[in-house]
């Protein structure tokens, strides 16, 4: 690795100019990376939800669906708006009240429970069904040109709705993420480095990284909105850390080595080293999140773990050559005011080790029981801020028309008629069920189908399927939902073993069943992965355990808070704090065991060992910490989109807490087992044996 260092640091003109030019096709990339706003498609292809919307798309041209309610508008006005929808790009079918008559029948011959249904007082209700996915940009923009044509008087609710307004606001709100992020960051590192410089020098390595890993993405073809949204504060956050290591030991090394270039070739050469175990931690915490079967975790997953590489590569890279070119600046702008000594506490802090394990039991207990206790959401509309037009229409249809979702229910099209409309009959009868639209609940001996217009028929049946739509009383994502799903499938399999029920009450259902499962995987994942990598690297049995007990712990703290704050979480967050917290954090924890084991290796007494190890790491791992919390917090009170806000937040708070449980309790847990730390530690044991035999020899 040395003579890499050599390279990088006799030809850096050259490494800048490639990393310039690098930027140029990963701005591209970054620009031509679809977006993808529905995490609902992020489920398994092969479930039952997720097949019928490809039959639905296949065999009916049905893709997104939205409901418009209108207010204060005629019945004529109503039919020539509904008209215009029809006639929007994107738009397949347009259902209301009027059109299910084609204006050439009384209403008085349709099902009584339809005009309840699709009338309420002033306010009528539109169906409306685009030829694309939900979060198409084809849907997207049908559903801009709809609220332009409705105008004030109507309100469009749905997955669509809530989708562009998902984008319109994210694509707001991103570039002030990273402007808090860089800002802040940049408060934490004026007052750490030694430089002015410094903090500028380390953000455009780092920036570099971030764009390279953004760009890189238009290989996968898309990424989701939270992967891009939180990918450049969590990159910032991680991976600051290998640039500070690599300022203190090119530092250190122009003290033994009067030429500059020289003693940046060993800062490489032992920032590579040294960071390679802790960058390895960090990725297998996000490549815990690719076992998941929702594969959103595969999407974050792979972004960050590209991410961390990236930013190790920069850093031995881009960032070596920008200070060889400023160093002179650097010296220019040296500043001489830090942060507190914080390794000043190490003492007091060893010679009490039984205070601090009496209050990690104390605290065990409490925490364990509110991370296994607090409460998430899955309903998606409840991430975004009530004022915007999407969450007024879905509380709109929930005040006047009772409607808190819509289901759909495929059935093959030879099912007799009479078993249809006994399962309409039995299905009109489940809880929180409105209505049961469908050509053979609509027909009968005073209405026959002939007379039905063309195209309320093809919206209802085709060659292979009858679509059947389910108007439900009960919000998505509620257990009242979740119970009358399980009936209704129920029903429906009696008479059609192959029918499906689809739309994004049922999706969200089989979303919280799955993730519920991917939790616990994920958990155990991430605990082996990093259990594995830090066996290797300490070449311990016990220290692994240690570690990763101590990161848990901290991690426990962090999620059971929200239980005793009352606070509800965004469920995506309870999958992947917990690894992102053990991935990035536990880096704090190796920092101080090697420093403690090289102690214990040249003959220091545990108590000696455990002080010097702290007080020569604790500064390292507060301003690690620091920079974790400052990439992270900014975004986390700014953001309106309360699933990125919990994440950053949790984040923020995640890096603090695992920081002050670094400093106090590990330092008193390798205190209480240092004896069975070295029994099972076997280099350190040799070396402890050697340095005895030694000292008998001289006595």
Known sequence: MIHFGRFVARHRAIVLILAVLLLIPSVLGYLHT??????????????????????????????????????????????????????????????????????????????????????????????????????????????????????????????????????????????????????????????????????????????AAIIYNLGSNFFFGQVSYITKAIAAVLQLGVTMDYSIFLWHSFSENLHQYADKNEAMAHAIASTFTSVLGSSLTTVAGFIALCFMSFTLGLDMGIVMAKGVVLGVICCVTVLPALILVCHGAIVKTTHHWHLPDVGRLSTRIVKHPAVFLVLFLALLFPAIYGYTHYSVYYKLDKTLPEDLPSVQANAALDEKFHMGAV???????????????????????????????????????????????????????????????????????????????????????????????????????????????????????????????????????????????????????????????????????????????????????????????????????????????????????????????????GVGLYSDIDLISALCSLMARGALISMVVVLTVLPSALYLFDRVIIATTPGVKRAMQKNETKQEVVL
């Open 407 to 633: 289901h759909m229910l495929l059935l093959d099209a030879d099912t007799p008629s009479k078993d249809v409309k006994a399962m309409s009959r039995e299905m009109e009868e489940v809880d929180g069920v409105s209505y049961v639209l469908g050509m053979d609940s609509l027909t009968g001996s005073l209405f026959p189908q002939q007379f039905l217009p063309d195209s309320l028929t093809s919206s209802l049946e085709s060659e292979d399927y009858k679509l059947m739509l389910i108007g439900s009383e009960y919000a998505t994502a509620s257990d009242e939902v979740n119970g009358q799903i399980t009936q209704l499938q129920n029903i429906a399999k009696v008479y059609d073993g192959s029918s499906m029920l689809i739309g994004e009450a049922p999706c969200t259902k089989d979303l919280i069943s799955i993730t519920d499962h991917d939790f616990a995987v994920v958990s155990a994942v991430s605990i082996a992965l990093v259990f594995l990598i830090i066996a290797v690297v300490l070449r311990s049995a016990v220290l692994p355990v240690l570690l990763v007990a101590v990161i848990e712990f901290a991690i426990f703290i962090n999620m059971g808070i929200p239980f005793y704050t009352g606070t509800v979480l965004p469920f995506i967050t309870s999958i992947v704090i917990g690894t992102i917290q053990l991935g990035a954090t536990v880096d704090y924890a190796i920092l101080m065991t090697n420093r403690y084991l090289q102690e214990r290796t040249q003959g220091r007494d545990r108590r000696e060992a455990i002080e010097t190890a702290l007080g020569a790491s604790a500064n390292s791992i507060v301003v690690s910490a620091l920079s974790f919390f400052a990439a992270t917090f």
């Open 34 to 207: 679809r977006v993808n706003y529905d995490i609902l498609t992020y489920l398994p292809d092969d479930i039952d939800t997720m097949v019928g919307q490809d039959i639905l798309i296949d065999q009916f041209g049905k893709g997104g669906f939205a409901m418009l309610v209108t207010e204060g508008m005629s019945s004529r006005e109503i039919s020539t708006l509904s008209e215009k929808i029809g006639d929007v790009d994107g738009v397949v079918d347009v259902i209301c009240y009027d059109s299910l008559t084609g204006g050439t029948i009384p209403k008085d011959f349709l099902p009584e429970n339809l005009s309840e249904n699709f009338t309420s007082g002033d306010s009528d209700l539109m169906l409306i069904f685009f030829s694309g996915g939900t979060s198409e940009d084809e849907t997207l923009d049908a559903v801009s040109e709809i609220r332009t044509l409705a105008g004030k008087q109507a309100l469009l609710g749905g997955m669509s709705a809530i989708i562009l307004d998902t984008r319109d606001l994210t694509e707001k709100e991103e570039p002030i993420y990273v402007v808090l992020a860089v800002l802040l960051c940049c408060v934490v590192l004026a007052i750490t480095m030694d430089s002015l410089l410094l903090p500028v020098l380390f953000l455009l390595s780092i920036g």
